[in-house]
Nanobody
Framework: QVQLVESGGGLVQTGGSLRLSCAGS????????MAWFRQAPGKERAFVAA????????YYADSVKGRFTISRDNAKNALYLQMNSLKPEDTAIYYC?????????????????WGQGTAVTVSS
């Protein structure tokens, strides 16, 4: 079973950038579609972006479209989220997850193998 570990979070000012990473181990990373979710304080976990197993398809939440880019490197068992033009409302704990089916759904219930999360704080 693949295990996931997120990293790269931190404190950044409005308009700044961060690059999150998700490292996979214990399985064949390239067999899975991958996604990023986030949970802001006092809110439910929400979909951010997803990418197909080969990287050919991506899907973004409207709130991050044009600012965030999801990518992956299957040779390194790694998933990334490049976050630019960050806003205070992007403040959250960011999680990566995977699924073996072909679609890229936004519902967290359809994803599994959650990591522990990495915290992103955007100051105004």
């Amino acid at each position: 079973q693949v295990q996931l570990v997120e990293s790269g979070g931190g404190l950044v000012q409005t308009g700044g950038s961060l690059r999150l990473s998700c490292a996979g181990s214990g399985g064949t990373f390239s067999n899975y579609n991958m996604a990023w979710f986030r949970q802001a304080p006092g809110k439910e976990r929400a979909f951010v972006a997803a990418i197909s197993w080969g990287g050919g398809s991506t899907y973004y939440a409207d709130s991050v479209k044009g600012r965030f880019t999801i990518s992956r490197d299957n040779a390194k068992n790694a998933l990334y989220l490049q976050m630019n033009s960050l806003k205070p409302e992007d403040t959250a704990i960011y999680y990566c997850a995977l699924r073996s089916s072909s679609s890229l759904p936004v519902s967290e219930n359809l994803w599994s193998a959650w990591g522990q999360g990495t915290a992103v704080t955007v100051s105004s």
